[in-house]
């Protein structure tokens, strides 16, 4: 089950009880783990591409994703560290918008704590989604036919993203209900969300 199952909704965040529901309701699909992520591109323009949800760190909120250290997004997020989800579950009718801070976590990163964190990720994902980032020297050239040992540590370019919730828009279009959520105060520790209805 996407999203982490009980430990997911032991958690206060209202709107992560909704996404969780979202998921349980929808896990059928294999594009209900699927969402878009907007980044601030080159020359400011808007960036965005089609992500797969990796799961939330534990003990908070914050999203992670895989990707390519190679990628463009990776440098742009260094000089823009600010993103958006867009996440629609079509069997249930719900979309999800997520914008918050965006964490980059490579192998060049100077704290032990995310890097352990992005070498858990790694020995989460499956061989064949490890393999992805063997390919040389940018994404889309051929994979390196060579053989991954399962206990090789991150290549260099693994990247682990979370996106740390700010503000959260959810529509149901079934019932008609719109509920918008906001983080009171900024930073890690904080887990107060303000909750208030709005129109279509």
């Known amino acids: ?33 699927f969402f878009q992520l907007a980044t601030v591109g080159e020359g400011c ?4 591409r089609t992500v797969v949800f990796r799961g939330f760190q534990e003990h908070c909120d914050k999203i992670q994703i895989h990707t390519d250290a190679r990628s463009n997004k990776v440098g742009e997020l260094k000089e823009w560290p600010l993103g958006e989800i867009c996440w629609y ?32 990720t790694w020995f989460a994902s499956s061989m064949k989604t490890r393999s992805q980032y063997l390919g040389e020297p940018w994404p889309g ?21 979370t996106l740390d919730p700010e503000k959260v828009d ?17 930073g890690d520790d904080s887990s107060d ?3 208030e209805k709005a129109s279509l």
Request: proline letters at 5%; one cysteine or more.
């Open 1 to 33: 089950m996407a999203g982490g199952g009980a430990a997911a909704s032991a958690l206060s965040s209202p709107w992560r009880t909704l996404l969780q529901r979202a998921l349980d309701a929808n896990a059928h699909l294999k594009h209900s783990t």
């Open 45 to 48: 323009r808007p960036a965005n």
């Open 89 to 120: 579950f079509t069997d249930s009718w719900e979309q999800f918008r997520i914008s918050g801070i965006i964490d980059v976590i490579d192998g060049s990163s100077s704290d032990p704590a995310k890097l352990q964190q992005r070498e858990k």
């Open 141 to 161: 050239v051929p994979v390196v036919d060579d053989d991954l040992d399962p206990s090789t540590g991150p290549v260099d370019a693994y990247c682990l993203l």
């Open 170 to 186: 959810y529509v149901n279009l079934k019932s008609n209900q719109k509920l918008m959520f906001r983080r009171t105060q900024e």
């Open 193 to 195: 969300w303000m909750a």
